[in-house]
């Protein structure tokens, strides 16, 4: 009998402890739950929430509905929420490096291991008050969806919903850019008020765009990149075996895009079938528009941080 109450006591002791050092992290996509740019970071969320019982959870609050997508760097910048899944272009306000991120398609393990992930951890630890924890989707590109038909690549005359990943392509190309977040777009196009949009290859299903997008042009540019950040107060107050629990986590969620591979491979099939039409003017035109993209990117990126675009655009080697 008195073993027994020491056993339980015992138990209650350690658990105690245990409770006393688990950490837990709020956290927030600026995409919609269970979409595209979320889904790995929400497997991300269950693998460290399994893996680091009793050490560190992460306390999903959610998507847009939580904090508008343009306010969630500033959000994890002043510590309204200790981690965030976003995209740098949402915070090129706090940032302007941050329009630079998209130029650079290097697979991850390269960036880790020649320095970029250090510069450009830098520029979040100064400017965003944070950690760059993960960058996912190195390997998905963009494209320009539009409800009218174009001869050559030329967008005068066309209203376009951009973010700042499209805005300076958009307007060399003549194009009317309208800056929208993700949740605005299927609205806009019903409604006329876009002719176009742009939007990577994948992810157009979760929202129902197909109903209200006729064409897609080629070719894709440009490189996704979505983003894991953490707030600096909250990492620093992390112990080791919990910041080393996070980072083997952060490897495991930028390896997931290899798996996007076969989903790239499939998805302009899968667009042709729900009436989507390719137009693709051939590869002289192709490399034209990406000398071009590229080229009014980077001297954007330079003109507004002039000290650090350069750098990035080294790393990048484009
Ligand atoms: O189009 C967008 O909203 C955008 O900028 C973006 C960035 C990364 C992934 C998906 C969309």
Do not use: C
Not at 9 to 15: D, K, P, S, T
Not at 68 to 92: H, I, K, L, Q
Not at 181 to 188: K, L, S
Not at 256 to 282: S, W
């Amino acid at each position: 009998m008195r073993h027994i109450l020491l056993a339980g006591l015992a138990a209650i002791l350690v658990q105690g402890s245990a409770a006393a050092q688990e950490v837990t992290l709020r956290a927030v996509s600026a995409f919609a739950e269970g979409t595209e740019f979320s889904r790995n970071f929400e497997r991300f969320i269950e693998k460290v929430n399994s893996d680091g019982k009793g050490l560190i959870k992460i306390n999903y609050i959610g998507g847009p509905r939580a904090v508008p997508p343009f306010e969630v760097g500033n959000a994890v910048r002043s510590r309204v929420v200790d981690m965030a899944n976003v995209t740098g272009a949402f915070y090129t306000n706090l940032m302007p490096e941050a329009d630079g991120l998209k130029l650079n398609g290097r697979p991850m393990s390269e960036q880790r291991a020649n320095g970029t992930w250090d510069f450009i951890n830098q520029l979040h630890n100064q400017r965003l008050n944070s950690q760059y924890l993960a960058r996912q989707f190195h390997n998905v590109a963009f494209h320009i969806y539009l409800n009218k038909k174009i001869e050559k690549i030329d967008f005068t005359g066309l209203k376009i919903r951009v973010t700042p990943v499209y805005k300076d392509v958009v307007e060399a190309l003549g194009g009317t850019p309208i800056t929208t977040p993700p949740g605005e777009v299927y609205t806009a196009l019903e409604r006329g008020v876009a002719d176009g949009y742009g939007w990577p290859i994948t992810g157009i299903f979760d929202l129902g765009w197909e109903k209200v997008t006729k064409f897609r042009m080629e070719p894709p540019f440009y490189s996704v990149e979505v983003n894991v950040l953490v707030n600096l107060e909250a990492w620093r107050s992390l112990n080791d075996a919990q910041r080393r629990l996070l980072n083997e986590a952060a490897l495991w969620l930028e390896g997931l895009d290899d798996e996007k591979v076969a989903v790239i491979k499939a998805e302009p099939e899968r667009q042709a079938a729900a009436g989507i039409q390719a137009l693709d003017f051939g590869p002289a035109a192709a490399k034209a528009f990406l000398d071009r993209a590229y080229e009014v990117a980077w001297q954007s990126v330079i003109k507004r941080a002039p000290e650090t675009g350069p750098k990035l655009r080294q790393f990048a080697g484009n």
